[in-house]
T-cell receptor, first 116, second 112 residues
Framework: KAGVTQTPRYLIKTRGQQVTLSCSPI?????VSWYQQTPGQGLQFLFE???????NKGNFPGRFSGRQFSNSRSEMNVSTLELGDSALYLC???????????????FGQGTRLTVV | LAKTTQPISMDSYEGQEVNITCSHN???????ITWYQQFPSQGPRFIIQ???TKVTNEVASLFIPADRKSSTLSLPRVSLSDTAVYYC?????????????FGGGTRLMVKP
């Protein structure tokens, strides 16, 4: 079965612009989480969507937003880009079974965003 | 969730067994210990997960002592392709496959 697909793989944007990243989860997975990875801060949780609703949010400014569609595909948007937003943005999908502690996350290859 | 502490880096040689220890002193009763592997410019990949004692799969073994305050990931006979960053996570009922908290990880370098 197909894995988690993120598009685009690479992106170069200018400060002040906005960007939208896309994530298609594994078929049947309804939970999609987004992460930002930078050399300085490591892997940080951005937010999670489940059944088209944001369920959890990390400690990021409001410029970072997302949404999930009825087919579980998710998009992440960053507005008014700053140089510090340059990072690898990772999407992960999981089954998120209620009360189950032992499900795993499946990550995509990521989108490498460079802000110049 | 419990904070995890693991060595920043480790070196090994091909064919050796590598053991990476992680401490999680404040692990809760219902928490699991989960390990992920990440290669450069790729997303992390699930390796193994356990609750207590020993878990083994085709890739690794995970040893968890009775007090569960630490765990050891064991990679048998490593090869150059095992060079990666290994993350130890504590996962609970509300964040089993989502909202994961990653620490700094252990950067494993396998030399020929």
């Amino acid at each position: 079965k197909a894995g988690v697909t993120q598009t685009p793989r690479y992106l170069i944007k200018t400060r002040g612009q906005q960007v939208t990243l896309s994530c298609s989860p594994i078929s049947g997975h309804r939970s999609v989480s987004w992460y930002q990875q930078t050399p300085g801060q490591g892997l940080q949780f951005l937010f999670e969507y489940f059944s088209e609703t944001q369920r959890n949010k990390g400690n990021f400014p409001g410029r970072f937003s997302g949404r999930q569609f009825s087919n579980s595909r998710s998009e992440m948007n960053v507005s008014t880009l700053e140089l510090g937003d340059s990072a690898l943005y990772l999407c992960a999908s999981s089954l998120r079974l209620k009360g189950a502690q032992n499900t795993e996350a499946f990550f995509g290859q990521g989108t490498r965003l460079t802000v110049v | 969730l419990a904070k995890t502490t693991q060595p920043i880096s480790m070196d090994s040689y091909e064919g050796q067994e590598v053991n990476i220890t992680c401490s999680h002193n404040n692990i809760a009763t219902n928490d699991y210990i989960t390990w992920y592997q990440q290669f450069p410019s790729q997303g992390p990949r699930f390796i193994i997960q356990g609750y207590k004692t020993k878990v083994t799969n085709e890739v690794a073994s995970l040893f968890i002592p009775a007090d569960r305050k630490s765990s050891t990931l064991s990679l048998p006979r490593v090869s150059l392709s095992d060079t990666a960053v290994y993350y130890c996570l504590v996962t609970g009922m509300n964040n089993a496959g989502n909202m994961l908290t990653f620490g700094g990880g252990t950067r494993l370098m396998v030399k020929p």
